[in-house]
């Protein structure tokens, strides 16, 4: 069992480049989140969703989108890339959204935008 | 606003005990977790309250008190891969996670 895999490792991008992050997880998990991770930041949620067929907006949702076609699949769009977009991207699932669900994270990509 | 307050780092060593405290200020309260996240990887998930109390898991022990807005991690007999970050992230009255930027606790031998 993968759990949460997360395509690219890493990518350097072009500012005004459009790009998707990818999350793929195996679990079953009902929620899917999108957070990005900063120096000296708290992880800040950008996109979730609760289960599939819904979305919604996290803290930072700005120059971001998100699909949920599936259980299983939950990519993260970059529509024009700007460079403070550069970050550490990690997709989280739990198993349904609410108290008490713990969230486990995928590897990360690290996206820098030139 | 919203916000959780961590220190920065932390310096111990190798077998010996060491807390790490967690303050809190959020829209409601729906329980408290813990991750460790190692260096250039994700967090994991070390432990989770939502009652007043005491947490217990082998070496690491997390405590919660609601009324004060405060946790901490407790790590006993510390090993050099207890190296990494911690972090305090609490889930608000909408059910997000809001989390602490994190505390670096360095082992030292």
């Known amino acids: 069992i993968a759990g949460i895999t997360q395509a690219p490792t890493s990518q350097i991008l072009?500012?005004?480049?459009r790009m998707t992050l990818r999350c793929t997880q195996d679990m079953r998990h009902n929620a899917m989140y999108w957070y990005?991770?900063?120096?000296?930041?708290?992880?800040?949620?950008?996109?979730?969703?609760?289960?599939?067929?819904?979305?919604?907006?996290?803290?930072?949702?700005?120059g971001y989108s998100v699909s949920r076609a599936n259980t299983d699949d939950f990519p993260l769009t970059l529509a024009s890339a700007v460079p403070s977009q550069t970050s550490v991207y990690f997709c989280a699932s739990s198993e349904v959204a609410g108290e008490g669900d713990t969230q486990y994270f995928g590897p990360g990509t690290r996206l820098t935008v030139l | 606003?919203?916000?959780?307050?961590?220190?920065?780092?932390?310096?111990?060593?190798?077998?010996?005990?060491?807390?790490i405290n967690c303050t809190y200020q959020t829209s409601g309260f729906n329980g408290l977790f813990w991750y460790q996240q190692h260096a250039g990887e994700a967090p994991t998930f070390l432990s989770y309250n939502v009652l007043d109390g005491l947490e217990e898991k082998g070496r690491f022990s997390s405590f919660l008190s609601r009324s004060k807005?405060?946790?901490?991690?407790?790590l006993k007999e510390l090993q050099m891969k207890d190296s990494a970050s911690y972090?305090?992230?609490?889930?608000?009255?909408?059910?997000?996670?809001?989390?602490?930027?994190?505390?670096?606790?360095?082992?030292?031998?």
Request: glycine content about 14%; hydrophobic content about 35%.
């Open chain 1, 14 to 17: 072009a500012a005004g480049r």
């Open chain 2, 1 to 19: 606003g919203q916000n959780i307050d961590q220190p920065t780092e932390m310096t111990a060593t190798e077998g010996a005990i060491v807390q």
């Open chain 2, 69 to 74: 807005g405060y946790s901490y991690l407790l």
């Open chain 2, 87 to 109: 972090l305090c992230a609490v889930r608000d009255s909408n059910y997000q996670l809001i989390w602490g930027a994190g505390t670096k606790l360095i082992i030292k031998p």
């Open chain 1, 36 to 62: 990005r991770q900063d120096l000296g930041l708290g992880l800040r949620l950008i996109h979730y969703s609760n289960t599939a067929g819904t979305t919604g907006k996290g803290e930072v949702p700005d």
